[in-house]
């Protein structure tokens, strides 16, 4: 098993820049990536980033691209989400994901492990 906490959500001006954390623990050698998701109310969670922990490949939404930076530390057990340039459409609960899949994927389901969340608002 997998668990994983995010923290470092917030309220922010529009423009402005979060880090959002997730401190991965238990059996995480048995995951190939992971990711960060968001859902804003009345709308379906939806991928954010992703990064390959064997050798830190990352890929981003369209939506974020060029704003958000996924890295990953302390010995592939602590995802960041640097967050910048953000606007008012960012605002959501930020999921921490983790899968045992080894092909790329962006899809929520092929997720196993999540976080609680941590709610970034970002205001205009």
């Known amino acids: 098993q997998v668990q994983l906490v995010e923290s470092g959500g917030g309220l922010v001006e529009a423009g402005g820049s979060l880090r959002l954390s997730c401190a991965a623990s238990?059996?995480?050698?048995?995951?190939?990536?992971m990711g960060w998701f968001r859902q804003a109310p009345g709308k379906e969670r939806e991928f954010v980033a992703r990064i390959r922990r064997s050798d830190d490949r990352t890929y981003y939404a369209d939506s974020v691209k060029g704003r958000f930076t996924i890295s990953i530390i302390n010995a592939k057990n602590t995802v960041y989400l640097q967050m910048n340039s953000l606007k008012p459409e960012d605002t959501a609960v930020y999921y921490c994901a983790a899968t045992v899949n080894w092909r790329p994927t962006d899809t929520v389901s092929d997720y196993g492990y999540w976080g609680q969340g941590t709610q970034v608002t970002v205001s205009s």
């Open positions: 238990g059996r995480t050698a048995g995951t190939y990536f």
